[in-house]
């Protein structure tokens, strides 16, 4: 299993991001998706989680209304499109996948990708 997250970068306040997560050696279709970020110092935490048929999405409050979980089962990838970025959501994002269930603990998903950088800073 590889998921691959890209698209972070350093963008100003109020900006706009969207990361991308490429998933291979895994029936994709057939697992919920989630993103959490980590900032230095600070425990991972759930961003948010998009169920097998794309629906349902679900999110932590802090991003609620900000941020939305999309994704595309043709092209085995979970994006996060992240709007009116604000410092505090300077972090590492990370996708994970997860078969069976529904979860926001990070100790509930075996498969990771490797990170990309998000940086709010004017």
Not at 11 to 22: E, F, H, I, K
Not at 57 to 85: C, E, H, P, W
């Amino acid at each position: 299993v590889q998921l691959q997250a890209s698209g972070g970068g350093l963008v100003q306040p109020g900006g706009s991001l969207r990361l991308s997560c490429a998933a291979s050696g895994l029936p994709f279709r057939n697992y919920n998706m989630a993103w959490f970020r980590q900032a230095p110092g600070k425990e991972r935490e759930f961003v948010g989680r998009i169920r097998r048929s794309g629906g349902n999405a679900y999110y932590a409050t802090s991003v609620k209304g900000r941020f939305t979980i999309s994704r595309d089962n043709a092209k085995n990838t979970v994006y996060l499109q992240m709007n009116s970025l604000k410092q505090e959501d300077t972090a590492v994002y990370f996708c994970a996948a997860r078969q069976w269930g529904i979860s926001q603990r990070p100790s509930d998903f075996a498969s990771w990708g490797q990170g990309t950088q998000v940086t709010v800073s004017s």
